[in-house]
């Protein structure tokens, strides 16, 4: 298995819950699915961020360790408030993907049913995952201090060696997508897991088919923990 980073830590994680929630599902599920690991990372940038069900235990699915650590305090708060509206505005505009928000980050699954998906032994982008996409850059867009991991699955069918191979290069298709619509390179990291991580049933059509997938986790950047540290004085 790939991993982005090789010398980070595993740090206990202690967070804040505002009392400023919204409506927006990822938001109310927050609470329960802090309760995964935290990766830390030297620097608080995008460094690496693991999506799988090796974090969070008790059928908790695919939520990951968001790295950089947590701000605490009011500048923490302030920065939950923003990631908060983006989770919002994401399941605003993509009804079909899974939203989840994960410490001071938001973790977005696709599968057939919400447009982004991939036909077995393909990466190509189609149309209908094209359309789902630009709608996601339309929010990258809209919330530009936020940086980008993109990670690739498969199913089961086919060698360990050839999924490796095969979610890599499904990733990589959405974050070239991505580039080529207006999305710096320097917000996109991109990490795979091949087949390693199923979360759904690998003997059936249907559980493969949810198992092709790539997953987008989206942190704060450096730029949004300054200004959030400056506006609060922390």
Known sequence: MKRILNKIGLVFLAFVITASLTNCKAVQ?????????????TGGAILGAI??????????????AVIGGVVGGTAGVLIGNKMDKQAQKIEEEI??????????????????????????????????????LDKLISVFKEYPDTNILVVGHTDSAGSDTYNMTLSKNRANAVTKYLQGHGISSGRLTTNWFGET?????NSTAAGRAKNRRVNVAILPNEKMIEDAKQQTGN
């Not at 991580?197 to 049933?201: I, S, T, Y």
């Open 29 to 41: 599920n927050a609470n329960n699915k802090q309760k995964g690991a935290v990766i830390g990372a």
């Open 51 to 64: 999506i799988g069900n090796n974090v969070g235990k008790g059928g908790n699915g695919e939520l990951g």
């Open 197 to 201: 991580q199923p979360v759904h049933d």
């Open 95 to 132: 009804p079909g993907a899974e939203v989840e928000r994960v410490d001071d980050g938001i973790v977005v699954t696709f599968d057939e049913n919400s447009g982004v998906y991939f036909d077995t032994s393909k990466y190509n982008i189609n149309s209908k995952s094209q359309q789902t």
